[in-house]
């Protein structure tokens, strides 16, 4: 077994607690990080012609009422369209509502499927450091009023 020079001294030793619950705007953000990083393997996916997907669980019963629990592929659909002109655009997605980016602007154009994926880790990078917290708060409260009708 090989030793390590490093002693317990050396470690930064700190008195701290795991918080219970996240805030929402950190779970708003982590959920949004999770839907890009689905997009980004879309994408990849894409490029090297293969196939994707993603798998949950679901509850299923059968002919005599017993239940049981199947994992199957989780529907995917692409955040990209091309427009009339043909050009490759991508609009980042809360739910069911699109995260405007910009006042007024919600769709990022890009050039190819490679400068796509770079766009993608760029918007995943600013949702990490909170800068699409305003939009993303709107897009939860239009889609907690959905549910509130």
Request: charged fraction near 30%; aromatic fraction near 6%; charge should be positive.
């Amino acid at each position: 077994m090989a030793t390590n020079n490093k002693s317990l001294d050396t470690l930064n030793l700190v008195t701290s607690t795991k918080p219970l619950h996240q805030p929402p705007v950190v779970q708003r953000r982590n959920k949004l990080i999770a839907k890009l990083w689905e997009q980004e393997q879309l994408v990849k996916a894409k490029l090297d012609n293969t196939a994707f997907a993603v798998k949950k669980h679901k509850t299923v019963k059968d002919l005599e009422g017993n239940r049981r629990r199947i994992e199957v592929d989780k529907r995917l659909k692409p955040w990209w369209f091309q427009d009339i002109d043909g050009q490759l655009c991508f609009s980042v997605r809360y739910g069911a509502k699109q995260l405007e980016i910009k006042h007024g602007r919600s769709t990022i154009a890009v050039k190819d499927f490679d400068e796509l994926l770079t766009t993608l880790a760029l918007i995943k990078s600013a949702v990490a450091k909170g800068s699409l917290d305003a939009a993303i708060d709107q897009a939860s409260g239009a889609l907690k009023a959905n549910f509130a009708k």
